[in-house]
Structure formats: C-alpha cells, structure tokens
C-alpha cells in the first residue's frame, strides 16, 4: 500500500493510494465521497488486483481548482492519472457520480479503458426520479451548510487540503 500519492493532471493535483498488485482497477467514489467509501471492498479487491482508489477534483484530499466540476474534465484527470502511473490500460469501477466520471472516460479515452462497471449512475439527467433531478437542481452553497457535522463532511474535513472549500 502507498496512499498519500498526488499526481499533477490538467492542472489539478489528483490524490490517489495504491493498494494490491495484479491487473489495475480504479475506484472512483461518489459525490462528496473518498475513497473510505470503498474500505470494505478495497481488501478483498486488493488480493488479487493493483486497486488504484483516487479523489476527485474538490473531494477528499485533492483540492478545488479554477474550473467548473463536470464529468468531462474529471474524465481527463482519470485518464491522465492512467498515463502518469505508466499504464497502458485500466479496469475502471465507478459508484454513482464516479460511474458518470467512469463513462466519460470510456467514451472520452477508449485507448485507456479495458472494462468498465458503473453502479447507481443514470448516464443522462433524464434517466434519474423528478426528486433525484429537484434534489440536484437545489444542491447550493445554502444547502451545503446543513451537512455540516455529517458523516460526509467529517471525512472530508479530517482529509481536505481546504476544508474551508
């Protein structure tokens, strides 16, 4: 295992720990998330696979940057962290907004992708509920406050470079 890892992709500074070794599986969490939300699959993964769990841009251990979040530019930095680490291809598993991150990967750098698991991800707005749609639509610094003291934001805030973000 070598967590605490950072590497320097389309200007963001990308954390990421690996644990295991054998064929590589990424692991990308999902929203508000680290890669703590894998820590009872993450064992058993890295038995037999190189487990390559990584953090978003504005999650966990890796700061905001000056760019709107969107799966795209995310997308990029995973395919990026791929070529950084020296891979020529990846297994990517991703977990609700880590599986619309994974998706655009495999659509925006097939070349990097070998397979792909997407769980509890729509791949358009259309495909979630009229109240997963409201509930995105109403997500805003005002609503961010009320999470405060929350499990989530107790583990971003022991791990954030800018909690404060």
Known sequence: MTPGNYALVNGLELYYEI??????LILIHGGLGVIGMFEQLLPELAGTRQVIGVELQGHGHTADIERPLSFESMADDIAALIKHLGLE???????????????????????????LVIVSAPY??????????????????????????SPMHQAYVSVAPKPED
């Open 89 to 115: 291809k990846a297994d990517i598993f991703g977990y609700s907004l880590g599986g619309g991150v994974a998706l655009q990967t495999a659509i925006r750098h097939p070349d990097v992708v070998s397979k």
């Open 19 to 24: 644990h295991g070794t054998g064929q590589p």
């Open 124 to 149: 358009e707005s259309a495909g979630w509920y009229p109240e997963n749609r409201a509930g995105m639509a109403a997500m805003n610094a005002e609503a961010a406050r009320t999470w405060i003291g």
